[in-house]
């Protein structure tokens, strides 16, 4: 058997350890990617394959996330090999891969994918962001993150989070209690952002001081809103005079991050989708984004990324 050899020695031990992974779980990941086994012996790692390019690109830029991060865990490993067999990992950019945001624990949060690199990117350089795709891609999760931070920084005075009562055809009035106990189910994963950034007992009380709203989105109308992130969650079931209503509503030093799933329109008739609409109309406008999100960008357990594709699959 020819074996095919890569340097290691350059890198700290630390380092390679950091690759290798616990119990070579990394390797492990490398083996599945490649169908080849890897051995590691005296700093050189050694593996049996034709796709020797892409194999060091790969093992190149895990070490560069090391260097950056002092981490590496299975899914970069197995999103990085993803993209350098569909020979795409000359876009993955280390400069994009700066914390989002800071949990009230003091973890950084840092974008795991290709996908969610170019999301976070988008939300520094422009002033409307449509992000498209299917579930467990982070779209939610990041944009509320991106909001915490910019109040913090005093780059804004409020958050307000908004969806559409939209939801297997149910509205807002067959749901008992007032108007925020007919939101709140609603709006979970939002919630549950927030209490990753800032605490229950914080958020709750922001949200008495009203630095944070909620509401569903027929409540934005005649509004201005200024000096504020706002969140539009699941807008692929907006229709088309919601989502013109949501985009005309923005102020001055306002930013409007829209979310939602194209493949989970739960309006009556999907062809009204207000985000469908808006990313046809819309492209080419300076500083507004549209990031489109893949079954590549899932961050949830593996398994769900192979359900969607499955899903994809038949209905496409």
């Excluded at 280390?94 to 795991?112: C, D, E, M, N, R």
């Excluded at 509503?249 to 989708?273: P, V, Y």
């Amino acid at each position: 058997m020819a074996f095919k050899t890569i340097d290691l020695s350059d890198y700290d031990v630390n380092a390679i350890q950091i690759f290798v992974g616990n119990q070579d779980a990394h390797l492990q990941v490398l083996h599945k990617a490649f169908k080849t086994d890897f051995i590691l012996r005296d700093q050189q790692l050694k593996f049996d394959s034709e796709q020797f390019d892409e194999i060091q690109q790969v093992v190149s830029t895990c070490f560069d996330l090391i260097e950056s991060k002092h981490k590496l865990n299975e899914q970069d490993v197995n999103y990085l090999c993803r993209l350098a067999k569909h020979h795409q990992l000359d876009r993955f950019d280390l400069s994009h891969l700066q914390p989002v945001a800071k949990t009230k624990s003091g973890k950084l949060i840092y974008p795991k994918t290709l996908g969610q690199a170019i999301l976070c990117d988008a939300f520094f350089h422009n002033d409307i962001i449509f992000a498209s795709g299917v579930a467990g891609t982070g779209k939610t999760y990041l944009a509320v993150c991106y909001a915490v931070m910019q109040l913090k920084k005093e780059e804004v005075e409020k958050i307000i989070l908004t969806r559409p009562a939209v939801e297997a055809g149910e509205s807002l009035g067959f749901l008992p209690g007032d108007m925020k106990d007919k939101v709140d189910p609603y709006l979970r994963p939002l919630y549950d952002a927030l209490y990753d950034m800032l605490g229950v007992e914080t958020v709750e009380r922001l949200m008495e001081k009203q630095v944070i709203e909620v509401a569903p989105l027929a409540f934005m109308r005649g509004r201005t809103l200024n000096k504020a992130v706002v969140i539009l969650d699941e807008a692929q079931n907006t229709t088309q005079a919601q989502m013109k209503m949501f985009l005309t509503r923005m102020g001055q030093n306002a930013q409007m991050i829209i979310n939602g799933d194209i493949t989970q329109i739960d309006l009556i008739r999907k062809e009204q989708s207000g985000l469908v609409q808006a990313t046809q109309i819309l492209k080419g406008i300076d500083r507004i984004a549209f990031v489109q999100m893949s079954s590549d960008d899932v961050v949830r357990h593996p398994l769900v990324q192979k359900i969607i594709e499955r899903y994809e699959t038949i209905e496409n």
